[in-house]
């Protein structure tokens, strides 16, 4: 057993010493072999919460939202200017805020900025000082288009406008204007925090409808200029804020631009808007009407007054035509309110919920256009056409 281990040992000696000399020839063993490939180190499949600031370039010392954002101001600050209106009862002069509309020298800004001035000065961002004209106002709308005189068209840098119809609450909203008239190209960032407000103009007895409601700073001054989405497209033009202390307490309202690309054209060409007019008074369905006219209905709205000269009469709408009190909330003793008018529930193919639901329809709507008034009268439902006409 000895003399055959010593062989053995010899052996296994032998065979590993052939394995070492054959590997330092290089030689390929010919038992066979599986390749490995090497696994790939994959990123982590987190997602980012919303509230992270977004990637950007290593060589960036801004992450993405704030690239984003100075290069929409370098892109539409331009477009930006600031207004003086010179008024003979104010010798310091109003300001405010417009952009470049085309390349014609056309400014859009707010009627209420430019109503009743002797003299208007746009400045630009590179303190530009050019003289304009007033082309164009309407006040409904609070819209109003100027005209730059002898103007470099170097200077004309015209703004992207976007469709209002699709903003959406919760999208980013970007507003740069000149607040209270000292602080010109200025930015803030919000969203859109409402949209569809219907709101009373402060300069007409008619209400301005769709309008977009933010939470970026505005501030007086910042009237006239341009509410923007996150591309830089004009989705809005500021006019006016609810606040107890006049300046920003995060309800800012705005024009719809789809009611820019519908009025400011027609400012431009003819100086006015008309504006479609049913020549009706009312207002939304509430539950202490309901209660208290005893009503059919819960929702609409109740034409409580019909204008003699509207086409609403000629067309047979009739409007309240007694007096009775009600306990209106809000009063502690009754209120004495006209009852026996017509109820809208629809106008043409759209349900009429509120009063508002009115508003919004006809301001897309046309002087000379008819409209099918739906409507609920002595707890009956009929269908009255009335041709909509200028309003007064």
């Known amino acids: 057993m000895g003399m055959n281990g010593r062989h053995f040992h010899k052996a296994t000696r032998l065979v590993i010493s052939i394995i070492a000399i054959l590997g330092m020839l290089g030689c390929v063993c010919s038992l066979p072999v599986q390749l490995v490939k090497p696994t790939p180190t994959l990123p982590p499949t987190t997602t980012p919460s919303p509230s992270a600031p977004l990637a950007a370039d290593s060589d960036s010392p801004w992450d993405a939202e704030e690239q984003l954002l100075i290069d929409l101001y370098k ?140 939470d970026a700073a505005i501030n007086p001054g910042n009237s006239g200029g341009p509410l923007l989405d996150s591309k830089g497209q004009v989705i809005g033009v500021n006019t006016l804020i609810r606040s107890t202390v006049q300046q920003s307490s995060g309800v800012g309202l705005a024009v719809p631009v789809n009611a820019v690309k519908r009025i400011v054209p027609i400012l431009i060409a003819r100086g006015y808007y008309p504006h479609p007019w049913l020549g009706i008074r009312g207002r939304t369905i509430e539950y202490w009407l309901v209660e208290g006219l005893d009503l059919p209905v819960d929702r609409g709205a109740l034409v409580t007054e019909v204008d003699l000269d509207g086409p609403s009469m000629a067309a047979g709408v009739r409007g309240g035509d007694r007096q009775v009190p009600l306990q209106v909330p809000g009063h502690d003793e009754p209120v004495f309110y006209p009852a026996g008018g017509d109820i809208i529930i629809g106008i043409d193919d759209q349900q009429v919920n509120s009063f508002d639901d009115i508003i919004t329809y006809l301001q897309g709507a046309e002087v000379g256009q008819t409209v099918v008034l739906r409507i609920l009268r002595d707890r009956g439902e009929i269908e009255i056409p009335v041709k909509l006409a200028e309003r007064p």
Not at 112 to 130: C, N, P, Q
């Open 75 to 214: 892109r539409v600050g331009p477009s930006v200017v600031s207004i003086i209106a010179e008024r003979e009862d104010a010798p310091e002069g109003t300001t405010g805020s417009g952009f470049i509309y085309d390349y014609e020298g056309s400014v859009v800004t707010n009627f209420h900025v430019v109503e009743g001035a002797t003299r208007v000065l746009v400045l630009f961002s590179d303190d530009t000082e050019v003289q304009a004209s007033v082309v164009g106002l309407d006040k409904d709308s609070d819209l109003a288009v100027l005209r730059l005189e002898d103007v470099s068209p170097d200077l004309l840098k015209p703004v992207d406008l976007g469709d209002s119809s699709q903003v959406q609450v919760g999208q980013r909203a970007v507003a740069i204007g000149n607040p209270f008239g000292d602080f010109a190209q200025s930015m803030t960032v919000g969203i859109v925090s409402a949209v569809g407000r219907v709101v009373r103009s402060p300069n007409s007895l008619f209400s301005n409808a769709e309008l977009i409601q933010t």
